[in-house]
């Protein structure tokens, strides 16, 4: 599965379990009721389906324009890093206000889940390119025929 379908399919399933899990855990650390915490999260889940379309595409573009691209465990590392450090810039004055906290506050509870975020989001794109195949930015180029002396160009198949 490759281009816009295989984004919507990555960010939808993303983003459903990560709200799951974003609700239980503010839940859990800020002494807040579901009620209050589960539209947080939505919020969150909306601010960062945004902004998970718009890094994994710059990524990718990055990606692509790489001698290597080969996924290694690093590189999906860095991904998943880059992404949660981020999304904090958007996430903690939200967080603030939602829970009438201070911004160290709620950079604290933002800092809880980014130490579950990012290992979430390495398991879970390890899962998806297992499942679905790695994107075409992360394949490695195929190696155009090459035409032997005195042939001429290949002949184009159908």
């Not at 994994?56 to 992404?83: L, P």
């Not at 290992?119 to 035409?147: E, G, H, M, T, W």
Request: glycine letters at 4%; a positive charge; charged letters at 10%.
């Amino acid at each position: 599965m490759q281009g816009i379908k295989r984004r919507i399919v990555y960010i939808t399933a993303f983003e459903i379990i990560g709200m799951a899990i974003s609700t239980a855990w503010l839940t859990l650390l800020s002494g807040e009721s579901p009620t209050s915490t589960g539209p947080l999260a939505l919020m969150i889940t909306s601010i960062a389906v945004t902004w998970n379309l718009l890094y994994n595409m710059a990524f990718e573009y990055w990606e692509v324009r790489q001698v290597s691209r080969t996924r290694t465990v690093w590189r999906r590392i860095v991904h998943a890093i880059g992404f949660q450090i981020t999304l904090v810039v958007y996430l903690i004055p939200l967080i603030a206000w939602w829970l009438a906290i201070s911004l160290w506050q709620a950079f604290v509870l933002d800092f809880a889940l980014m130490l579950i975020i990012p290992c979430y989001s390495f398991i879970f794109n390890y899962i998806f390119d297992r499942l679905f195949d790695v994107p075409l930015s992360a394949q490695q180029p195929k190696a155009q025929p090459q035409a032997q002396p005195g042939q001429g160009a290949p002949a184009a198949s159908n």
